[in-house]
């Protein structure tokens, strides 16, 4: 299992203003089934959403010293050491001072006397924080500073009872606390003291203004209890035989926590903003379900023995895309199906660490991405045991998708790394083109007629000469970004992983060595030659393919390097810096937890006698 390590902290004083937020690998992430929140090192909450996963926060301290936040800490310098609850996103934080330690557990409540896969369909919005002293006597402090709509608005709180209660932009907050609390108009703080074996207990409500449930009392012991007992019901729903078992259950989990459970859609990332490079670039808005994300994960826990209510998925995914007929797939979309995330700047954000622009909204959106065509057929034809007898709806998306790859195959597009610009020929868009139809003539007649089937497999043998011929690029001895193109892109690793050509074929184990060579250090894949991160999920491609060449052991062994990248509570964004080992991106990130879990299943099959 990876390592938890230890930090050391020096808070600037114990009142209300917040030093500035921390590194990406810093948080925590806690999650209900229909939001996500992240916790520093300095016991602040950061980031949160409470309606779901793309509404407005009420804490965004992560993009703005001044965006609102929730801290609970020691008053003086401390060490950290923290991790979850066993089988749970219930985060447990001991800070050690010279004045003895005291823990911290965080979670978002799931819903009460749920289990299995119903948890998280009806979370109460509650935001639980216990306090328990464990040695010595431990003076701490508070701040409470809501900031509604990404930071634009502050709330007067006022009193109701013991709840602290603030109102603005349609939401209410209710705040409350067993320590005496200090209330200053827009912002609350506390101070007090822990003794062993003393507890105190702080719950934050969300509900909105205009469907208003009256604040209740809060058991916040009874409470994190129940909502541990739900992630282990979940989680114990989840029999993976494989290899490395505590760290794909942690993987699964994870997953588990970006899943808008209302839906079944997994988002790609808890966050919006935050930057891939060190300098700040690519700022976008990954609150959203890709198409290829959604498809990938499912086929992943699918895989690692997770009881995937699949004809709920893939009807939920049919109705969200509708009847698209030429014009191009949605490759995104809203939690609950929106198709419209037109990208905004917020101006009222500076950005993490001050690396701006910080914007709402994925123009992506507008994109033509054709790998995605293949990843949902694909996902279907691994999930088709649980998909028979074929609901008519999802035989229509799938029917969609195929036709659509067969008469769009030959045009450019913006490709698996969304570039905006100029539309090119992109080797795996084409394969991902290649492999819907190749899945759906596989499907057979449950899909289509006779005269379908030989059509499309006409079109998919199209499209691998295509790829063998105009994709290879015989002076740099590898498969490339792009048609015609002389630059290595790490995306090709896919190909062997879809199965379009054997890892053991001399091109790709060419493409192989290249990638390795030129765009690998210290185990970390970069996209392309001037990248300066390595890309979290092209690392554990090189894994599988490494394992699918028959190299195990050495895959093997680059898994549990990359597995070591995580922060100290097993989570990754997507992007890891290669000077510092910074963690780039928006996070938790869906795709790169993927990587990891696909990779795991790779070794375990390598690992498998043939029968």
Not at 48 to 65: E, G, N, T, V
Not at 220 to 239: D, F, K, Q, Y
Not at 523 to 536: H, I, K, N, Q, T
Not at 579 to 608: D, K, V, W
Request: include cysteine; proline fraction near 5%; charged fraction near 25%.
């Amino acid at each position: 299992m990876i390592a938890r390590w230890l930090s050391y902290w020096k808070p600037t004083s114990p009142g209300l203003h917040a030093v500035c937020a921390g590194r990406i690998e810093d948080y925590g992430y806690l999650a209900d089934g229909r939001s996500g929140a992240l916790v520093g090192r300095d016991g602040s909450v950061d980031w949160w959403c409470p309606s779901r996963f793309d509404a407005p926060s009420i804490f965004a301290r992560l993009l703005d010293d001044d965006g609102g936040h929730w801290w609970i800490r020691p008053a003086g310098d401390f060490q950290v050491e923290r991790s979850y609850l066993r089988n749970t996103l219930v985060l447990r934080t001991v800070f050690t001072t010279r004045d003895g330690s005291v823990a911290v557990t965080d979670a978002l409540a799931m819903d009460s006397n749920v289990r299995g896969h119903e948890i998280g369909r009806n979370p109460p919005g509650l935001l639980l924080r216990l306090v328990e002293g464990l040695s010595g006597h431990v003076p701490m402090v508070m701040s409470y500073a809501p900031r509604f709509e990404y930071g634009r608005v502050r709330a007067h709180l006022d009193l109701r009872g013991e709840t602290l209660v603030a109102r603005a932009t349609g939401t209410t907050l209710g705040m409350t606390a067993t320590v005496p609390v200090h209330r200053q108009r827009t912002e609350a703080s506390a101070s007090f003291t822990v003794d062993p074996g003393q507890r105190e207990s702080f719950s934050l409500s969300y509900s909105s203004t205009y469907h208003e449930r009256e604040p209740m009392p809060v058991d916040v012991p009874g409470t994190l209890a129940e909502t541990a007992e739900g992630w282990r019901s979940w989680i114990s729903e989840h029999n993976y035989p494989g290899q490395y078992p505590e760290l794909v259950r942690q993987n699964v989990m994870i997953l588990g926590g970006l899943t808008y459970q209302s839906s079944g859609a997994y988002v790609a990332a808890a966050t919006t903003s935050l930057p891939v490079r060190p300098e700040g670039h690519d700022n976008y808005d990954y609150r959203y379900v890709w198409l290829r994300d959604f498809s990938l994960a499912m086929r992943a826990l699918y895989q690692a023995a997770c009881s995937l209510e699949a004809e709920r998925l893939f009807r939920w995914l049919a109705e969200a895309i509708g009847d698209v007929g030429r014009q191009p797939v949605p490759i995104m979309l809203g939690v609950e199906g929106e198709h419209d995330l037109t990208e905004r700047e917020l101006d009222v954000l500076t950005g993490h660490l001050v690396r701006g622009p910080a914007l709402i909204g994925n123009d992506a959106w507008r994109q033509r991405q054709q790998d995605a065509l293949g990843q949902v057929i694909d996902a279907a034809w691994v999930l088709r045991d649980s998909l028979e007898p074929m609901p008519d709806d999802v035989r229509r998306l799938l029917r969609s998708l195929a036709e659509q790859a067969a008469e769009t195959w030959r045009l450019p597009d913006s490709g698996m790394w969304e570039a905006r610009g100029e539309e090119r020929h992109y080797v795996t868009s084409k394969v991902g083109c290649w492999m819907a139809l190749d899945r759906a003539v596989r499907f057979g007649t449950v899909l289509g007629s006779a005269a379908d089937l030989e059509r499309w497999a006409a079109a998919r043998d199209e499209i691998r000469a295509a790829i063998l011929q105009q994709g290879w690029n015989p002076s740099v001895g590898a498969f490339t970004r792009a048609f015609g193109s002389d630059v290595l892109d790490a995306s090709v690793l896919v190909l062997p992983i879809i199965g379009f050509i054997p890892a053991a074929d001399p091109r790709m184990r060419a493409t192989i060595e290249r990638i390795e060579q030129e765009l690998t250090t210290d185990g970390l894949v970069r996209r392309w030659p001037d990248e300066s991160a390595g890309f979290v999920i092209c690392s554990f491609w090189l894994v599988e393919c490494l394992a699918l060449a028959g190299e195990r052991d050495r895959a093997a062994a680059l898994f549990e390097r990359l597995a070591g990248r995580a922060n100290d509570l097993g989570l990754f964004a997507e992007q890891i810096d290669l000077r510092t080992g910074e963690q780039l991106g928006n996070f938790p990130q869906a795709f790169s937890h993927i990587g990891l879990l696909s990779a795991a299943l790779r070794l375990t099959e390598a690992s498998t006698p043939a029968p």
